[in-house]
């Protein structure tokens, strides 16, 4: 099974760019790089005295970023008072995605290093085979990626595989999102992919359509099929 904490959260390729884009402020890269360098999270008080700026210039960029999904915020009681009298929890902020890239057409090779470095692990763990871990890790994470979004489609849109008809009742993926990875390591690239597409039928609970490789390499070497009635 999957490390439970090999993480797969993957922010779609329009909110790579939107992130991005937020970053190129530069009191939200000031604030996103001062929180990046704390272990715990950081009041927005804290945030102005060590920017020297007023609290609502922050506040409102913290929101921002909130917004962005690069923090998360938390509420928790700060200093050694407790119980009642010790005052309201204070809002805290910690950043969640520690880096932002983004690349047209969508690429995610922090995802295939995540699970690339999973799978050695499971194998050393385990005793497995590469092949066999790097399969079991990625079904694994794909079944958390479809219990998360619902549906393939859902999947397919965030991840940037841009899928398209292929006139025959199913669906051709028109990019790889793990492309330049997959041009000199192919055979384990498509292992990779076929088994965590796989993984998101299962835990969309799709039992209408199944994963078959797609030799065509002008595009992703996998497409979804409709399962034919028994």
Not at 142 to 170: C, M, Q, R, W
């Amino acid at each position: 099974m999957i490390n439970q904490e090999t993480t797969v959260e993957i922010l779609s390729p329009s909110q790579r760019l939107s992130a991005v884009a937020s970053l190129g402020d530069p009191v939200r890269k000031q604030l996103f790089e001062l929180l990046r360098e704390r272990e715990d999270a950081v009041s927005r008080d804290e945030c102005a005295v060590i920017l020297n700026l007023p609290k609502s210039t922050i506040r409102a960029h913290l929101d921002r970023l909130v917004e962005q999904k690069l923090l998360a915020v938390e509420f928790r009681k700060v200093g050694e008072r407790t119980g009642p009298g010790s005052g309201r929890p204070a809002k805290l902020y910690k950043v969640v995605i520690d880096e932002v890239e983004a690349s047209v057409p969508a690429r995610h090779y922090d995802l295939a290093a995540e699970l690339l470095a999973a799978a050695i692990q499971h194998s050393i763990d385990s005793g497995i085979g590469a092949q066999d871990a790097l399969s079991e890790v990625a079904f694994d994470a794909g079944v958390k990626l479809g219990a998360e979004a619902g549906s393939i489609e859902a999947v397919l849109e965030n991840t940037g595989y841009f899928p398209l008809p292929d006139g025959e009742g199913g669906t051709i993926m028109a990019n790889c999102p793990f492309h330049r990875l997959s041009k000199d390591h192919t055979g384990v690239v498509c292992k990779l992919n076929g088994s965590l597409l796989t993984g998101v039928l299962e835990g969309c609970d799709d039992s209408s359509n199944s994963i078959e490789p797609d030799t065509n390499l002008s595009h992703c070497c996998a497409r979804i099929v409709p399962k034919q009635p028994s």
